[in-house]
């Protein structure tokens, strides 16, 4: 069975931190570029940070820039969202997606493009 599934969310304190994984099943992500993306409760999804197929590109929107890091492990088949310095802001539901065919802008920015994979999400909550 194909599918991506995230993990590591929770409740955290403001200026904490939480790592994010997106585990592949089913396939390699090996040539895939992988895109961690947030939905908060009215408002749109939003691309955060995005990594290329060969890990030579990395796009982070501002609103994470310098607080956030994305990684990939290939020998675990998973890619990760580490991040620093949380903010109420940053409470949403995160996702993670995958694509065979996308740079780091098509795949953060173009909300219109078709990904490939979706993962089911996993909620991130900032709150004292």
């Known amino acids: 069975q194909v599918q991506l599934v995230e993990s590591g969310g929770g409740l955290v304190q403001p200026g904490g931190s939480l790592r994010l994984s997106c585990a592949a099943s089913g396939f390699r992500l090996d040539d895939y570029a992988i895109g961690w993306f947030r939905q908060a409760p009215g408002r749109e999804r939003e691309g955060i940070s995005c990594?290329?197929?060969?890990?030579?590109?990395?796009y982070y929107s501002d609103s994470v820039k310098g607080r956030f890091t994305i990684s990939r492990d290939h020998a675990k088949n998973t890619v990760y969202l580490q991040m620093n310095s949380l903010k109420p802001e940053d409470t949403a539901v995160y996702y993670c997606?995958?694509?065979?065919?996308?740079?780091?802008?098509?795949?953060?920015?173009?909300?219109?493009?078709?990904?490939?994979?979706w993962g089911q999400g996993t909620q991130v909550t900032v709150s004292s």
């Open positions: 990594i290329s197929s060969t890990d030579s590109s990395t």
């Open positions: 997606s995958a694509d065979r065919r996308a740079n780091v802008r098509t795949m953060c920015v173009i909300q219109s493009f078709r990904r490939d994979y």
